[in-house]
């Protein structure tokens, strides 16, 4: 089977003025069918960079980029991004949030509106189709979100830290409830945090990177028993700490070396 995601040689420079500043380079990476894959690093490793490219927002300088075995030549249905921001329009109600993805992309029928509505009840959202966003919490604003990006039924999710601005206890629980829905659709997803734990609860692998330039370190595998525990569990599964404490390690030293 082909991967999902394929990078194949990708380097990223951002002209500036002056000079070009060499985001990512020479990157070469395969993210499989389902699988759930976090990107970690310290800050300037090029994380959204990255994510930017395989979202078809940015052109990389150098290198291929394939999508389910297509070069990618812009932004596609396919692919579903997520932010830290909600980015919900204020006059419009929860429910034509929700399907916004789906009238851009002409997908909006009888069936697509029910299977949105559904979703929101699956959020825990049931009840407030008709709100709007000014009426909800930061939690459910983000869970709103994450119905719109996934109403269009994306093969491939990319998140960039979109649990970051939220409560501490409704971050563990949108966690779970991202995790648990991927998980049942079979979604590929690739996370951008600066939370380990966070990274090592939901992924199956952990990828480290380094900056100056951005390039992939060290890839750690997720063992099967912390994998299959939602993430609240997760944390407190064998093995857990060991793997935090080894990726930490690493992180330090890569920090010293750039
Ligand atoms: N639009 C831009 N123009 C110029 N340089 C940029 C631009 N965007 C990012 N960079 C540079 O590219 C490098 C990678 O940035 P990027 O935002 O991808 O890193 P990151 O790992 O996501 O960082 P953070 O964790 O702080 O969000 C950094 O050196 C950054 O300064």
Redesign the pocket.
């Known amino acids: 089977m082909l991967p999902v995601v394929q990078l194949k040689g990708v380097t990223?420079a951002?002209?500036?003025d002056r000079e070009a500043?060499?985001?990512?380079e020479d990157l070469n990476l395969n993210v499989e069918q389902g699988e759930f894959v976090s990107?970690v690093?310290?800050?300037?490793?090029?994380?959204?960079?990255?994510?930017?490219i395989i979202a078809g927002l940015l052109q990389p300088s150098q290198g291929e980029v394939f999508v389910n075995g297509e070069p990618i030549m812009g932004p596609s249905p396919e692919v579903g991004y997520m932010l830290q921001q909600d980015y919900l329009f204020p006059w419009r109600s929860i429910l034509d949030n929700a399907i916004l993805g789906l009238e851009l992309t002409g997908n909006l029928t009888e069936e697509s509106r029910k299977r949105t509505l559904e979703l929101l009840r699956e959020m825990g959202l049931e009840g407030k189709e008709h709100a709007f966003p000014n009426q909800l919490s930061g939690g459910m604003r983000q869970r709103v979100a994450l119905v719109r990006t996934l109403a269009t039924n994306p093969g491939l999710l990319l998140l960039?830290?979109p649990f970051s601005a939220l409560d501490y206890q409704i971050k563990l629980q949108l966690e779970d409830l991202v995790s648990e829905t991927l998980r049942s659709r079979g979604t590929t997803a690739i996370l951008?945090t600066?939370d380990l734990s966070e990274a090592i609860a939901v992924s199956s692998s952990v990828i480290l990177?380094q900056?100056?330039?951005?390039k992939i370190r060290k890839v750690f595998s997720v063992p099967e028993q912390i994998r299959s525990a939602p993430p609240l569990f997760a944390r407190d599964q064998p093995g857990f700490s060991e793997l935090f404490h080894e990726i930490w390690k690493e992180m330090e030293i890569a920090g010293r070396e750039s």
Request: proline share 7%; net charge neutral.
């Open positions: 990223h951002y002209l500036g500043s060499l985001a990512v990107l690093g310290p800050s300037g490793c090029g994380k959204t960079t990255l994510l930017s960039d830290e951008v600066h990177l900056r100056n330039p951005g």
